[in-house]
């Protein structure tokens, strides 16, 4: 945008806070209503309700409309009364047509929707889950997903996505782990980074050219709740809030976010829609972020007990710095506080932010011609959704969707015995394939919270794929194997079981008034907003299950385990012989399980968290301060797996050599790699600990660096990762020691000394 067109931007949105009433400026800052009641089907065709109308009416205007397309259990809308991807153009012009006609400044609506791993909308393509993306370790094919996942939104109509990255895992018991892509503060920013620019382009270049604005959230500290219960305080301090919650903040607003959620909770008893240090002081003072801040679901009307009043609520939260609510009413009631002067000064504030994302998208009258000598009041001309770009933009998210499931397949345990597996499935003489496990079948499972219904034709779970790659004769699929006769199990060729949990909602499920989950039947959701967990071992008795499985057979035992969360798989390894961590892989989740049991192919995938041995022992992170390990009485080594741990990242590579030097304020990091007889692929961690010299207890562990590689059969590779000192440096530190080790071996650790006196960094 060059300076005469944003000067006439800014001239006219002058123009049109002088020309509004404070009503109509407070409902530029409503999303107030739920968009999958907007439209409706009569008579075979699309109509807008009388629910849109009377919003409009109200505010002689619109500000954002959220979930238009939203699809699941929660809207009610599924493939038999939801907008099919053919009809999204004309919900589309239906809706901004209305506003237009009815507003009385001719400003259009902004659309929001939810895409915390992909459009949630029937015919939107899903991505894994967060915390399966964070097992790729893998920014950089994040990126490409999602500006895919961007396009399917730009070319629906859809102006803001809502994006899940800023939460950490810090709690196994949590619910919505699944929204986070681990528990490792550097990771997390650096896919965050990936998603602004991934949907936005660099330097926001693509917002309103084949991209969106990204609301990121939620800040802060959500992953930090106590006893990992939702919305709920976060009791931190303020070191640790920077030093593991805001990175991925800071990340957003440096790639250029246009907006960040506000999250439920409250960090030292000030809840993050009320608290002028993280949204003004932080957000904005420190970081300079210039954009737009959103409450999250109904958060504004829960300050009603610290406000006294839902007006009072309202009012706390706009001048804290929240600039859009979310279906709550307390933002409604800003219109009656016109003789409050901060009241009146904050929502002109919050207006110029809303109306200059407007801009971007062609939204306000007398923008798009306008200069400041020559104002033009012409209606906005509303570009409609193109079906052609849509189809393109589905068959790239597809395609980069099945990718990242396959990378984000996690061995456990077994890889030595993966080639035996897939010989004895490949030998048709061998004997069935018996496919056992409540989700033997079940793609559902793969899918993770906020998903749309997948068509019918694309249902298709382990089993049936098996079935497809094997023969259908050769597989036998049983919910508990009590239904296979005896026999079966003498001649297996090998036992899938399929376990873990589901975030899966049913369509007679009950729902609290944000979307949560409010009651979860013996067989429902296990995982996702509002299933918080006090025992994270497996659901339904599935450890026993597999218990039983190893007792009824001398077959391998491939046991996959599609989790949401950290769960307790200790008595689940122990039974198995090849034990698969898939998280929520999403739609080609079953696609890639089949691809590793049957395929040359690499499981390349690492633990984004670190998995407990007891339910007792959580939480436990690789980066705690002080080790859990012979703490417990019962339980002395309570860690399972630790984070980063993968038997197939890069199998049967050496690291040749490493060495780590002083490079100005960085510490540079060379390093070469030797590949064995097959090609390898998957992350080389860097983790360093400071040792010695600090004023503070340092962590056990901290990523530093990670590297994705690729390595052809008999080939080295040469690599370097640059570490800048304040990653291990604290403000006050004046020389400290620190350890840093590769993740392949370390046995091998090089020791640096930081000394902060002359600027400089030593060996």
Known sequence: MNAEHQDGTAAAIDRLVASMSLTEKVGQLNQRLLGWKAVERRDGRLVVTDVLKREIDRWDGIGVLYGLFRADPWSGRHWGNGILPQERAEAYALVQDAVLERGAHGIGALLSEEAPHGHQALGGTALPTNLALGATFDPDTVREAERAVAAELAASGVHVALVSGLDIARDPRWGRCEECFGEDPLMAARMCEAIVTGMQ?????????????????????????????????????????????????????????????????????????????????????????????????????????????????????????????????????????????????????????????????????????????????????????????????????????????????????????????????????????????????????????????????????????????????????????????????????????????????????????????????????????????????????????????????????????????????????????????????????????????????????RLPVTLPAFPGAVPVRYNDRQSASGVYRDAEVPVLHPFSYGQGALRGVALRAWSARVEGDHVLVRYTLACGDTPAEGSLELFARRVGGGHRVPRLAQLVGSMRCSLASGTTADGEMAVPSSMLMDDGDVSVRVLLWLGLDESQRHEVTLDASDGGMHR
């Open 201 to 605: 382009g660099e330097g926001r270049s693509l917002i309103g050219h084949g991209g969106v604005a990204v609301v990121l959230k939620h800040l802060a500290a959500q992953g930090e709740a106590v006893g990992g219960r939702n919305g709920q305080s976060a009791v931190l301090g303020a070191h640790d809030l920077r030093e593991i919650h805001l990175p991925p903040v800071e990340a957003g607003v440096k790639a250029g976010a246009w907006g960040f959620m506000a999250a439920y909770n409250d960090i030292d008893s000030l809840p993050c829609c009320a608290n002028p240090w993280l949204l003004q002081e932080y957000l904005r003072g420190e970081l300079g972020f210039d954009g737009i801040v959103m409450a999250d679901g109904l958060a504004v009307d829960r300050l009603e007990p610290m406000a006294g009043s839902i007006p009072g609520a309202g009012r706390a939260a706009l001048l804290a710095g929240v600039d859009v609510s979310l279906w709550d009413e307390g933002f409604a009631t800003l219109d009656s506080q016109g003789d409050d002067e901060a009241v009146v000064a904050a929502i002109d504030r919050s207006l110029r932010r809303v109306l200059a994302l407007k801009a971007r998208f062609g939204l306000l009258p007398g923008v798009a011609d306008a200069t400041p000598e020559q104002p033009s009041q012409a209606r906005p001309r509303i570009v409609l959704p193109d079906a052609r770009q849509l189809g393109q933009a589905v068959e790239r998210t597809r395609r980069l969707s099945r990718r990242l499931a396959q990378e984000c397949l996690t061995m456990l345990k077994g890889q030595e015995r993966l080639d035996e597996v897939r010989g004895r499935l490949a030998d048709g003489t061998a004997g069935p394939v018996l496919v056992v496990g409540p989700f033997a079948d079940d793609v559902a499972c793969f899918l993770g919270d906020y998903t749309a219904p997948l068509p019918a034709d694309e249902r298709r779970g382990v089993a049936a794929l098996l079935a497809d790659r094997l023969g259908q004769r050769r597989v036998v699929v049983s919910g508990d194997g009590s239904d296979v006769p005896e026999d079966l199990w003498r001649h297996a060729a090998a036992v899938v079981a399929v376990v873990g949990g589901t975030s899966e909602r049913s369509y007679d499920s009950a729902f609290e008034d944000n979307g949560a989950a409010a009651a979860v039947a013996e067989h429902g959701a296990t995982c996702g907003e509002g299933v918080d967990l006090a025992d994270v071992t497996l659901p339904w008795g599935q450890d026993a299950l597999v218990a039983h499985l190893r007792a009824a057979t001398d077959a391998p035992l491939v046991t996959v385990a599609v989790c949401g969360r950290a769960h307790v798989l200790r008595a689940v390894e122990s039974c198995s012989d090849i034990l698969l961590w898939a998280g929520y892989a999403g739609p080609y989740g079953p696609h890639a399980v089949v691809e590793a049991l049957t395929a040359d192919v690499p499981v390349p995938g």
